[in-house]
């Protein structure tokens, strides 16, 4: 049986181990992929350190990551649209395309969802294997390196373009590597103000590269005299949660206009009360983001890459597979944006 290397979960215990696995059978439905870079998201780090949920959700030994790029080495025979030597990425959505949602071409909405990295092999590895239908085509515009962030980009994508951006002011709490990228991307399609928030000044200065126009660590700032120093009168029209922290969704919540929107991308770790009265009597509306939107997000994302949306500042350390675990240690301080690494 031919090999491959791979970053495995392979005990219920702290940590990913680098192992020699199986290389992935490819069904007829499928495109085997070649990785040439990965990213490591929030969730891996989940993984890694072996909390709650992951002993609930993660069978071991599994084959971990879903955000890469690479080329496909093999595709099933039944597959179309797709050959040898195409420079991809993919959607690591699993849909079951017998639900009704799946049927409506609604595939985030599937209810089936199964998870690549988490619930079946991931991409940390020399080879992925996944149904040719999950695969994006990545243009010239795409860089390796972008192409691995696609993922967490189009949840910050998913997030910010739920509602209409011209001219409207935007809050956004949690300046991690989704809210940064989400600010890129309000700036982009033509928001005024672009607030974030969050706790970490690190991860604020690269929210302000990548094109909020003011940042805000609340841990010594009132966001009510940052809106006065905007002048700004009424409140935000338009919020993304991207924290998943209690507090500042409940500020978030204060902070909103009547009649605002809120999209909520943020998890949160355990139940989260919030005044309701401020929802009712505010007549806000409250969305919830899961993933990407199949295939739209992809779409609009290359779209605008093409055109010149910039998130490469995002990306802020890079290292080659065998120094994953300063990959991960990096990740877990906190003292980064995205890191990539390199399987070539
Ligand atoms: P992250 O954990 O790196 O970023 C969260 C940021 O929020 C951190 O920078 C943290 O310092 C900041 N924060 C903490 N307390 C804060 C406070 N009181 N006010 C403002 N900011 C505060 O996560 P990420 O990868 O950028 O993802 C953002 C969120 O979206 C996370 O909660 C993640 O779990 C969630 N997520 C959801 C989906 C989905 O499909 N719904 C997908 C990916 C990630
Ligand atoms: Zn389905």
């Known amino acids: 049986m031919k090999t491959m290397k791979a970053l495995v979960k392979s005990r219920p215990e ?54 890469f790029a690479g080329v496909v080495e093999k595709v099933g025979p039944e597959v179309r649209g797709l050959a040898p030597g195409d420079r991809v990425s993919a959607e690591g959505h699993i849909t079951c395309g017998h639900c009704r949602n799946c049927r409506a071409g609604k595939r985030h909405l599937c209810r089936n969802t199964v998870g690549v990295g988490v619930n079946r092999p991931g991409c940390f590895a020399e080879y992925l294997c996944v149904p040719a239908g999950n695969v ?42 989704i809210g940064m990228m989400a600010a890129a991307i309000c700036r982009f399609a033509g928001a005024r103000h672009v607030v974030i928030t969050d706790v970490n000044d690190y991860r604020l200065g690269l929210a302000a590269k990548l094109g909020a126009t003011r940042t805000v660590n609340v841990t010594g700032e009132r966001l009510e005299t940052v809106m006065e120093e905007l002048g700004m009168t009424e409140g935000f029209d338009v919020g993304l949660e991207m924290s998943g922290n ?47 939107e199949m295939f739209e997000t992809w779409y609009k994302i290359a779209a605008m890459l093409q055109s010149g949306l910039d998130v490469s500042a995002a990306i802020t350390h890079r290292f080659h597979v065998a120094e994953y675990l300063d990959g991960f240690e990096v990740m877990r301080s906190g003292q980064s944006g995205k890191v990539i690494l390199d399987w070539s």
């Open 246 to 292: 209690p507090a500042a969704f409940r500020e978030l919540l204060e902070r909103m206009n009547y009649g605002g929107k809120l999209a909520l991308l943020g998890i949160f770790a355990e139940e989260t009360p919030i005044d309701w009265t401020k929802v009712v009597f505010k007549g806000l509306l409250l969305k919830g983001i899961y993933g990407r």
């Open 136 to 177: 994006f085509k990545l243009s010239e515009a795409i860089t390796d390196d972008l192409g691995a962030i696609l993922d967490p980009l189009g949840n910050a994508a998913h997030t910010a373009l739920s509602f209409d951006l011209v001219g409207e002011d935007v809050l956004i709490t949690g300046a991690g590597p």
């Open 14 to 67: 702290p940590g990913i181990w680098l192992e020699e696995v199986p290389i992935p059978e490819c069904g007829p439905n499928d495109a085997l992929i070649r990785i040439v870079k990965t990213a490591i998201c929030g969730t891996d780090i989940h993984i890694f350190n072996w909390d709650k949920w992951s002993q609930k959700t993660i069978p071991v030994p599994m084959v971990v990551g879903h955000e």
